[in-house]
């Protein structure tokens, strides 16, 4: 798996955080079947004593992604590491059929079997901070769309509904339920 690092706020990577960050990330790449096609993109950065790290890892269909804020770095570097790994195991089955429905290919993720278990631009837009970010709208089902929107742990999720062939959005209600909002 390719790394690219990137520091905010001042945040200057070292040999040592680097090199901790790919060790840690080892135990991710043993969870793809073909991990030399992916690139982890590690973003880090110092907020007063807060240290975040944002790690996301796009795929064709996919975009794994953990940030976590802590006042020691490799803390957080830790829990971001761990996030992914829950993320991937809660949802390996659900898109390997994924995969397999849509590529042709065995599998995304290894198998059980296969496993060695040890082993954004932001711009600055009058006076409030706006977050621009470009999609590629993907077409998948509702049950596809959440399981994404899971996988990024946000609230909601932009995708092309397979059934209308029209932009949706899906998104995680108060009480924990799924809503859609459809585009006419």
Do not use: W
Request: charged share 30%.
């Amino acid at each position: 798996m390719r790394t690219n690092f990137r520091g905010k706020n001042g945040f200057v990577f070292t040999d040592a955080i680097e090199n901790y960050i790919n060790e840690k990330l080892k135990r991710i790449s043993n969870y793809f079947t073909r991990p030399d096609e992916l690139e982890a993109r590690v973003v880090c950065s110092v907020q007063r004593e807060d240290q975040t790290v944002e790690i996301t890892i796009p795929t064709k269909h996919i975009v794994l992604r953990a940030e976590v804020t802590c006042d020691d770095l490799y803390a957080a570097i830790d829990f971001a590491i761990d996030k992914l790994e829950t993320q991937i195991r809660r949802h390996k089955d659900k898109i390997n059929s994924l995969y397999r429905q849509r590529e042709g290919i065995a599998q995304f993720f290894k198998s059980n079997e296969e496993l060695d278990l040890k082993g954004l631009q932001a711009e600055l837009v009058g006076k409030n901070l706006v977050k621009s970010k470009k999609i590629e709208l993907t077409p998948m089902t509702a049950e596809e769309a959440a399981m994404n929107m899971e996988l990024v742990d946000h609230d909601f999720y932009v995708f092309l509904d397979v059934e209308t062939g029209k932009p949706s959005i899906i998104y995680k209600r108060h009480d924990g339920q799924y809503a859609m909002i459809q585009t006419e």
